[in-house]
């Protein structure tokens, strides 16, 4: 298959863009930075940005699905720049599935759109997504699972994923942060009862592959959003 990969740059992206390769896809990654890594492998990076429709639109002519990683994450910022980001880019990406007839769409979501203050313990499928949000990210990142839900039908096949605090080699984020409030003596340790979920991210990205695979074969997960951990 041609799979077409936003943010195929990315952490999660890259990941997804290697295991993808492995198995025998021919694979182009969409971002906007130059990814020679990508390029050593095999995967033909087109460099362009997810809220220009006509770019992503152009990306995806001969593509036969779209593992739209693409999204911009973080506590703080311009709510403008995450709806543009997270709503308007995902609502392009449906568009460029529609256009061009690519029957499969595998988007990433986040364990956050269910949750709107307080602890979940033992939380599945179940949860409904949440009515009220603390913050920009996890209200663009609900809006975007909506709409990548409610286009499944005919002609077009969709799941969300929501991988929680992704770790491992080349981490930007996680990793890096701990380690350094570890040794500047700043790291403050829970009690034993706190626990959170993460996912290393070559699980996350094992994720995406095989949702990828099951929307071509039976389609059961399809319209639906799954956690992962």
């Known amino acids: 298959m041609k799979i077409l990969v936003t943010g195929g740059g ?10 993808l ?35 992503i639109g152009a990306a995806a002519s001969g593509i036969d699905a779209i593992v739209h990683t693409a999204g911009k994450a973080g506590i703080w910022g311009d709510p403008e720049d995450f709806r543009r980001v997270n709503v308007e880019g995902t609502a392009h990406v449906i568009a460029a599935c529609r256009e061009h007839g690519i029957p499969y769409l595998v988007h990433t979501s986040s364990p956050s759109v269910v949750h709107s203050g307080g602890d979940i313990g033992g939380g599945d499928e ?27 039908g005919d002609g077009l096949k969709t799941v969300a994923l929501r991988p929680h605090l992704i770790w491992g080699p080349n981490d930007p984020h996680i990793l890096p942060r701990l380690v350094a409030k570890a040794r500047g003596g700043k790291l403050a340790l829970p009690g034993p009862e706190k626990i959170i979920d993460t996912v290393f991210v070559e699980n996350a990205a094992q994720a995406h592959v095989q949702a990828l695979q099951e929307l071509t074969a039976t389609a059961r997960c399809a319209g639906k959003a799954y956690f992962v951990t």
Do not use: M, W
Not at 10 to 19: E, I, K, P, T
Not at 133 to 141: E, G, H, L, S
């Open 10 to 19: 990315g952490f999660l992206g890259s990941a997804v863009c290697r295991q």
């Open 126 to 152: 179940s949860l409904p997504i949440a009515e009220h949000f603390n913050a920009p990210y996890p209200a663009t990142k609900a809006k975007a699972e909506r709409l990548v839900v409610a286009a499944n």
């Open 21 to 55: 390769v492995a198995v025998g896809h021919s694979v182009s990654a969409f971002q906007r930075r130059p990814a020679p890594d990508l390029e050593g492998i095999g995967v033909h990076v087109i460099q362009g940005d997810i809220s220009d429709i006509s770019q």
